[in-house]
T-cell receptor
Framework: DQQVKQNSPSLSVQEGRISILNCDYT??????FLWYKKYPAEGPTFLIS?????DKNEDGRFTVFLNKSAKHLSLHIVPSQPGDSAVYFC?????????????FGQGTTLQVKP | DVKVTQSSRYLVKRTGEKVFLECVQD?????MFWYRQDPGLGLRLIYF???????EKGDIPEGYSVSREKKERFSLILESASTNQTSMYLC??????????FGPGTRLTVL
């Protein structure tokens, strides 16, 4: 049972344009959402997060939007740069006490073309 | 800066061998996690630990065990490696419910 889904395995955009990565979840108990970025042969690194009490969080070129009614979140990267080419994972947490346990999606491979 | 290190970047083992993957973090984090990453399946949690000598099963614990004798070290053990355990193994740590920090990963191949 995949509770966090990234239905697009890959995305290709032109440098300077907007990249939109999508993520859907099924568990309404999730209250915290994160995006991680992963380069080949490296571990994932934290990118941006959002609490369920917000619908938008922005950090430089990266913005995450949360639509709780649709159980959907998206990551916008504007403008996209070739160095953004990586695998992006969304993850969700349901306030599982102090353990910080996360449920990850399958990942979306972003390619930004120069 | 948080640093999570894993004992090997690449490992090749034979079917039936016992395999140890080591993870060390230097930020005094309570929580440590072991994941495997496979194409199309994302990161799947194998085991996690929220304190020394404490462990809990994740989503795919079968064929694996773990050990946490010291706060900074979390070991993943494959008792008898099988070819379907060929994967990228990622260790992470966190303080409470905060962001997880990942190590560089170990690419394990079981022949």
């Amino acid at each position: 049972d995949q509770q966090v889904k990234q239905n697009s395995p890959s995305l290709s955009v032109q440098e300077g344009r907007i990249s939109i990565l999508n993520c859907d979840y099924t568990n309404s108990m999730f209250d915290y959402f994160l995006w991680y970025k992963k380069y080949p042969a490296e571990g994932p690194t934290f990118l941006i997060s959002i609490s369920s009490i917000k619908d938008k969080n922005e950090d430089g070129r990266f913005t995450v939007f949360l639509n709780k009614s649709a159980k959907h979140l998206s990551l916008h990267i504007v403008p996209s740069q070739p160095g953004d080419s990586a695998v992006y994972f969304c993850a969700a947490s349901k306030g599982s006490g102090n353990t910080g346990k996360l449920i990850f999606g399958q990942g979306t491979t972003l390619q930004v073309k120069p | 800066d948080v640093k999570v290190t894993q004992s090997s970047r690449y490992l090749v083992k034979r079917t039936g061998e016992k395999v140890f993957l080591e993870c060390v973090q230097d930020m005094d984090h309570e929580n440590m996690f072991w994941y495997r990453q496979d194409p199309g399946l994302g990161l799947r949690l194998i085991y996690f630990s929220y304190d020394v000598k404490m462990k809990e099963k994740g989503d795919i614990p079968e064929g694996y065990s773990v050990s946490r004798e010291k706060k900074e070290r979390f070991s993943l053990i494959l008792e008898s490696a099988s070819t379907n355990q060929t994967s990228m193994y990622l260790c992470a740590s966190s303080r409470g419910a905060d962001t997880q920090y990942f190590g560089p990963g170990t690419r394990l191949t079981v022949l």
